[in-house]
T-cell receptor, first 111, second 113 residues
Framework: DAKTTQPPSMDCAEGRAANLPCNHS???????VYWYRQIHSQGPQYIIH???NNETNEMASLIITEDRKSSTLILPHATLRDTAVYYC????????????FGQGTTLQVKP | EAQVTQNPRYLITVTGKKLTVTCSQN?????MSWYRQDPGLGLRQIYY???????DKGDVPEGYKVSRKEKRNFPLILESPSPNQTSLYFC????????????FGEGSRLTVL
């Protein structure tokens, strides 16, 4: 699986959009981008995933660049409860069960 | 309610005393996996299972064993725990190998003295 690079930490004002970047420059054509978040020491929670096209669900939007070398997770109206560690991972969907999490980005939403 | 259940949630034990952390899911998922999380090292995969009777090593399998005798259960066994296995452990499951949409348990915090 391709390696991902994320900034270690970010701040965001409550009510504003939080834009979390992820670099995955070595991604292969059949690797999906997944985003998770972990609040305190709870189990990580799946947020969203995509392959090429931008995706949106009730939690967030995922923007993937045309060359697929990077992506951005967007929380449109961040709340204090969105304070968490956000992980971006890439996954080949067909062969192996290995899944590699990086260090993630700690997002601090401030009042 | 769809969930992944781990037990125990907290455990303090001593070096060398065999222990098992159980993991059970009620979603009929094929794929199950164990992770450990340590400060500064993030989540690291220990073992995974693609289906019943099929298990394979992750990135940090040393000192651990697993079994998958039935679909819903995937216990993590520490035959002779050591202090360097003090960690927060997570079990996760998903529909199959072709998805990274994992459902995680709430975690088991293990301390080995």
């Amino acid at each position: 699986d391709a390696k991902t690079t994320q900034p270690p930490s970010m701040d965001c004002a409550e009510g504003r959009a939080a834009n979390l970047p992820c670099n995955h420059s070595t991604i292969s054509g059949n690797e999906y981008v997944y985003w998770y978040r972990q609040i305190h020491s709870q189990g990580p929670q799946y947020i969203i995933h995509g392959l090429k096209n931008n995706e949106t669900n009730e939690m967030a939007s995922l923007i993937i660049t045309e060359d697929r070398k990077s992506s951005t997770l967007i929380l449109p109206h961040a709340t204090l409860r969105d304070t968490a560690v956000y992980y971006c991972i890439v996954r080949v969907t067909s062969n192996t069960g290995k899944l590699i999490f990086g260090q993630g980005t700690t997002l601090q939403v401030k009042p | 309610e769809a969930q992944v259940t781990q037990n125990p949630r907290y455990l303090i034990t001593v070096t060398g005393k065999k222990l098992t952390v159980t993991c059970s899911q009620n979603m009929n998922h094929e794929y199950m996996s164990w992770y450990r999380q340590d400060p500064g090292l993030g989540l690291r995969q220990i073992y995974y299972s693609m289906n019943v009777e099929v298990t394979d090593k992750g990135d940090v399998p040393e000192g651990y064993k697993v079994s998958r005798k039935e679909k819903r259960n995937f216990p993590l066994i520490l035959e002779s725990p050591s202090p360097n296995q003090t960690s927060l452990y997570f079990c996760a499951s998903s529909w199959g190998r072709n998805t990274g949409e994992l459902f995680f348990g709430e975690g088991s915090r293990l301390t080995v003295l």
